[in-house]
């Protein structure tokens, strides 16, 4: 048996009957929890990096864990946005809490320091280097549904910007 937490263990591989999912551990770890940000833009191919860390969010107070099994690192978003845009997700027979594409970048943003006149173009193409395919086919009402959710003027930005960018597409784009 190997200690995971301090409340948490797994038996070795060989006592064990079915693997270890650890994105069901991620969701497991600190309850209520829902993969998202980083791990959740990977998981849906929106930006080019692999994450080796299971980035969640959750309406407690963010923590980490660095664990024989991977790193788990939650922040801690309001009350009130958490349950917005989380989904059941299955990969064959693992089964886990995961935000919506729209809402993992909501997440994103949400958390990263950004300055109050946002070049939206210059931060998701080049920053983040989001997939200029999600543009076109993001939820335009989940994101307004989201950044009332955070009560944040910053995520009613990037609502804008999409709707934006999708009359007119900025600067030749």
Same mark, same amino acid.
């Given at each position: 048996?190997?200690?995971?937490?301090?409340? !948490?263990?797994? /038996? +070795?591989? /060989? !006592?064990?009957?079915?693997?270890?999912?650890?994105? !069901?551990?991620?969701?497991?770890? /600190?309850?209520?929890?829902?993969?998202?940000?980083?791990?959740?833009?990977?998981?849906?191919?929106?930006?080019?990096?692999? %994450? +080796?860390?299971?980035?969640?969010? %959750?309406?407690?107070?963010?923590?980490?864990?660095?664990?024989?099994? +991977?790193?788990?690192?939650?922040?801690?978003?309001?009350?009130?946005?958490?349950?917005?845009?989380?989904? /059941?997700?299955?990969?064959?027979?693992?089964?886990?809490?995961?935000?919506?594409?729209?809402?993992?970048?909501?997440?994103?943003?949400?958390?990263?320091?950004?300055? %109050?006149?946002?070049?939206?173009?210059?931060?998701?193409?080049?920053?983040?280097?989001?997939?200029? +395919?999600? !543009?076109?086919?993001?939820?335009?009402?989940?994101?307004?549904?989201?950044?009332?959710?955070?009560?944040?003027?910053?995520?009613?930005?990037?609502?804008?910007?999409?709707?934006?960018?999708?009359?007119?597409?900025?600067?030749?784009?």
């Amino acid at each position: 048996m190997r200690r995971i937490t301090r409340d !948490w263990f797994v /038996l +070795g591989t /060989l !006592w064990r009957k079915r693997n270890l999912h650890l994105r !069901w551990l991620a969701n497991q770890l /600190l309850l209520p929890s829902t993969l998202s940000l980083e791990y959740a833009l990977g998981f849906y191919g929106l930006i080019p990096e692999a %994450t +080796g860390t299971f980035t969640s969010v %959750t309406p407690r107070r963010g923590r980490g864990f660095e664990t024989s099994e +991977g790193s788990f690192l939650y922040t801690a978003i309001p009350s009130r946005a958490f349950p917005c845009g989380r989904t /059941l997700a299955s990969l064959g027979e693992e089964r886990f809490f995961l935000a919506s594409p729209e809402k993992a970048l909501t997440d994103k943003v949400w958390t990263e320091r950004l300055p %109050t006149s946002m070049d939206w173009e210059v931060y998701l193409a080049e920053d983040l280097r989001l997939d200029e +395919g999600f !543009w076109s086919s993001a939820r335009m009402e989940e994101l307004r549904r989201f950044a009332a959710a955070y009560g944040s003027r910053k995520l009613s930005s990037l609502a804008s910007f999409f709707e934006k960018w999708r009359g007119g597409r900025p600067r030749g784009r």
